[in-house]
């Protein structure tokens, strides 16, 4: 059985399995992967060092969703 260790993600307090890979954590909380981009520990972390990164005890998380679609509205004159 894991230990829960606290981190924060997008400012909120999550517990998480320690050890845990951060792309399990993420689909975990319920974020896909193909659309977020993400800070770790204050540095931007590329998406090729997320599987091997393991969540430790008071990690930080900005997670950052992309959201298309949609079409803006004429200016008006």
Wanted: charged share 15%.
């Amino acid at each position: 059985m894991s230990t829960l260790i606290a981190i924060q993600v997008n400012g909120q307090a999550v517990a998480v399995p320690s050890g845990q890979a951060l792309t399990t954590c993420l689909e975990q909380l319920g974020y896909d992967l193909r659309l977020v981009a993400l800070e770790f520990n204050g540095e931007i972390l590329h998406r090729q060092h997320w599987l091997h990164t393991r969540m430790k005890e008071g990690d930080v998380l900005e997670v950052v969703t992309i959201v298309g679609g949609g079409h803006l509205p004429p200016l008006e004159p």
